[in-house]
């Protein structure tokens, strides 16, 4: 009913309204007319028709088992027929860019009253753009896409090209001069890594896990060996109807042979003439699926060599199904003698870990940004179900042991935050030599230490959310998401274990030779 025909009733004239056949409820100030849908509600109609919710105002029965976008939807938001006299709605829709201000939901820097070093009020009108177009414009997407499996759709990409998202997601560079970034509001020249990881934390903010892999993702981890070691022709070949949304690159590595030890790797590479000739296979490689070209890495006589190589008919891909959605186009991949130029070598021959060790960095970087987007949205989730869930007759916050697992999920997040944005800073002041040089370490124990906190916080959350953070859809579907999915973050880009071990040698090696107790 349109808001325009909406009737203006009372409790009194609600509360005559409580049986089979014609029963109407209120919650948050809307009376709702669920006679005819009664039979149709999952729960079924007893529910409904208990003396707590027929012709009363069920709004905390409501919200103790739905979310409040069931009620937003179409074919429920049309069941209202009127709003209760002299009592206004309290749970509203967030606007599109909206801040919440429930407590630590949000990063210091976006709390009314709080200061950060950090960012700027650029960095605050680009958040805002940024938030606004995810919520609106590619929330819904995340939403079809993590369940059906399939792929981000054309169009989707093609609004995303128009902000030049891939290109911002690359941090800052030449790559950006000339682009029209965000609809203008930042200047390519002022673009940097704290724009990027705004949009790292901010597309993992659905619950979407597997989306967030989809979302381009490929682009993130392979354009960069074409930027830093391809010719300008290569460059110039490719790059352009890549950052464009037309064409779809992939970083094939990882190998069932060969996943940290990527010195390993089986598929071999060999010069015939004016080219090479490539045979192997790659598993778990991220959108390749639907990929159209493969950031490879071969073995060849000279040693570990990256090769750019474009989708052919010797080139196959075939799904891997794991335990997030398809969406993220997890592939395997297969080269059957398949031959590309010379010209598409990726730095020098034999010098290929140099080029994926060096890519790593951003890479291991880009995943903690999404790791900690996710776990800050899961800590408000919790928190906001911790307050209007009632259990042995109180809030689920009285009980001092949740407050415990409370507390542990906002340290760890803060924790995470603080470390994230102190190594952001020192990016923002290093070239890309010096990052290679002295942020490996840092960066590889950053997110050992940010997946291992996000595990934790998705065991917190369960336990919280109990049978609701175990089931897919409804109350507790970004918790059961979270936990499903965050042991990816602990395995992507670099296992734990071993980038705990790199972090210490890396260290290890930079010891002065005159330390001593």
């Not at 009194?12 to 109407?24: I, P, T």
């Not at 790059?239 to 992939?250: F, N, Q, S």
């Not at 008919?313 to 080269?335: E, N, R």
């Amino acid at each position: 009913m349109s808001p325009t025909h909406l009737k203006e009733l009372t409790i009194e004239e609600v509360a005559q309204h409580n049986k089979e056949g014609d029963l109407w409820v209120v919650i948050d100030a809307k009376v709702y007319d669920l006679s005819r849908f009664s039979h149709l509600h999952p729960g079924g109609p007893d529910v409904l028709l208990a003396g707590s919710v027929a012709g009363k105002d069920a709004t905390a029965a409501f919200f103790g088992l739905h979310r409040h976008e069931v009620l937003l939807r179409p074919q429920y938001a049309r069941l209202q027929i009127g709003t209760i006299r002299d009592q206004e709605e309290h749970i509203k829709p967030p606007e599109p860019g909206a801040i919440s201000h429930v407590p630590y939901a949000e990063p210091t820097w976006l709390s009314p009253g709080f200061h950060s070093p950090y960012y700027n009020d650029n960095h605050r009108r680009f958040h805002h753009a940024v938030r606004a177009f995810f919520m609106k414009e590619l929330y819904p997407e995340a939403l079809r896409c993590e369940e059906n499996g399939k792929r981000i759709s054309q169009e989707m990409v093609d609004k995303l090209s128009n902000l030049n998202f891939l290109a911002m997601r690359l941090g800052p560079g030449k790559y950006l001069k000339g682009l029209t970034l965000m609809g203008g509001i930042v200047k390519p020249e002022e673009f940097d890594y704290f724009h990027e990881l705004i949009l790292n934390t901010e597309l993992a903010r659905f619950g979407t896990r597997g989306f967030v892999d989809g979302l381009l993702n490929g682009g993130v981890i392979a354009l960069p060996p074409i930027f830093n070691y391809g010719t300008p022709e290569l460059q110039e070949q490719y790059v352009p109807d890549i950052l464009a949304g037309k064409k779809y690159i992939a970083l094939a590595i990882t190998e069932a042979f060969a996943g940290s030890d990527v010195a390993g790797v089986q598929t071999t590479a060999v010069r015939e003439g004016d080219g090479w000739v490539i045979t192997g296979t790659k598993k778990w490689i991220t959108n390749g699926t639907f990929a159209d070209y493969f950031t490879t890495l071969c073995q060849t006589d000279s040693g570990p060599t990256v090769i750019l190589v474009p989708r052919s008919s010797t080139v196959s891909t075939k799904p891997v199904k794991t335990s997030y959605s398809a969406t993220a186009g997890t592939a395997y991949v297969t080269f059957s003698a398949t031959r590309v130029p010379l010209s598409h070598t990726l730095g020098a021959v034999g010098q290929g870990l140099r080029v994926i060790l060096s890519n790593f960095n951003h890479e291991r970087w880009m995943v903690v940004g999404t790791s900690l987007g996710a776990q800050r949205f899961v800590v408000e989730e919790c928190l906001k179900w911790t307050n209007q869930r009632m259990a042995f007759g109180k809030p689920l916050n009285a009980q001092p042991v949740i407050r415990a697992r409370l507390a542990l999920m906002i340290e760890r997040v803060e924790a995470c935050q603080s470390w994230v944005e102190n190594i952001t800073h020192q990016m923002n002041h290093m070239t890309y030599a010096e990052q290679s040089d002295k942020l490996a370490g840092p960066i590889a124990l950053l997110k050992q230490f940010v997946s291992r906190s996000g595990r934790e916080t998705a065991e917190d959350a369960t336990q919280i959310f109990g049978g609701r953070g175990i089931t897919a859809g409804g109350m507790g579907k970004v918790i059961e998401n979270f936990h499903r999915t965050s042991p990816f973050d602990a395995i992507l880009a670099g296992a734990e274990d071993v980038l705990g071990d790199l972090g210490v040698r890396q260290a290890i090696r930079k010891m002065p030779k005159n330390a001593r107790l």
